[in-house]
Structures are given as structure tokens and as C-alpha cells.
Nanobody, 124 residues
Framework: QVQLVESGGGLVQAGGSLRLSCAAS????????MAWFRQAPGKEREFVAR????????YYADSVKGRFTISRDNTKNTVFLQMNSLKPEDTAVYYC?????????????????WGQGTQVTVSS
């Protein structure tokens, strides 16, 4: 099993920044990549960003490109999501996920492990 614990959410004004962290523990060697998803009230969970553990290749949703940066610290089994220029539409619960190698990386179905989520609220 792999356990994921997110932290760093909170309330911020539009234009501000937040940094989310996701600490992985357990059988982390079975995972190939980590990702961030988010879910706003009344909406489906959507892909935000993904990073591969080994080479660090990254992928982003169009809605966050240029504003969000995903990174990792392999020594600490931790993934980060730096969020800049936040907008009210970024308000959501942000989830960390771990999964294998796949071209369908934007689909939540391909991730086996999930964190409990952390709330991000951006006020206008």
C-alpha cells in the first residue's frame, strides 16, 4: 500500500500563491508517477498536473500552464505543487494521486492511490 498526505491548502486572495505538498509513504517503489487533481463543488474531479518519479517529466492541464509548477523531492518521497497567480476558479479540493506509467495520465481512473485532499480557496 501507498499512503499519501497532502498539506498546504488555505485561503488566499486572487493573484496570490500557495504551495501544496504531498508526502508519500509505504510501497512507493510501485508507483511511477504522482499527480494533482482538483474537484470544485458540483464538478467532476479534473487533472491538474503530473510528474514522473524517475526523469521528472511533467504534464499540465491547459488551465494551469504557466501558473502552476509541479516538482518532486525523491529523497523525501514528496511532490509539490507551486500555484501562482491564483484565480477564484482555482478554488477546489486538491488531491494528490499516485499511479503507474500510462498515456492516459489525465484520467483519474489510472491512479491507484489517493490522498485525503486539501482545500484551496481563492477569494476575488
Amino acid at each position: 500500500q501507498v499512503q499519501l498526505v497532502e498539506s498546504g491548502g488555505g485561503l488566499v486572495q486572487a493573484g496570490g500563491s500557495l504551495r501544496l505538498s504531498c508526502a508519500a509513504s509505504g510501497r512507493t517503489f510501485v508507483t511511477y508517477a504522482m499527480a494533482w487533481f482538483r474537484q470544485a463543488p458540483g464538478k467532476e474531479r479534473e487533472f491538474v498536473a503530473r510528474i514522473n518519479w524517475s526523469r521528472g517529466a511533467t504534464y499540465y492541464a491547459d488551465s494551469v500552464k504557466g501558473r502552476f509548477t509541479i516538482s518532486r523531492d525523491n529523497t523525501k518521497n514528496t511532490v509539490f505543487l507551486q500555484m501562482n497567480s491564483l484565480k477564484p476558479e482555482d478554488t477546489a479540493v486538491y488531491y494528490c494521486a499516485a499511479g503507474g506509467a500510462t498515456v492516459m495520465f489525465a484520467s483519474s481512473n489510472v491512479y491507484n492511490y489517493w490522498g485525503q485532499g486539501t482545500q484551496v480557496t481563492v477569494s476575488s
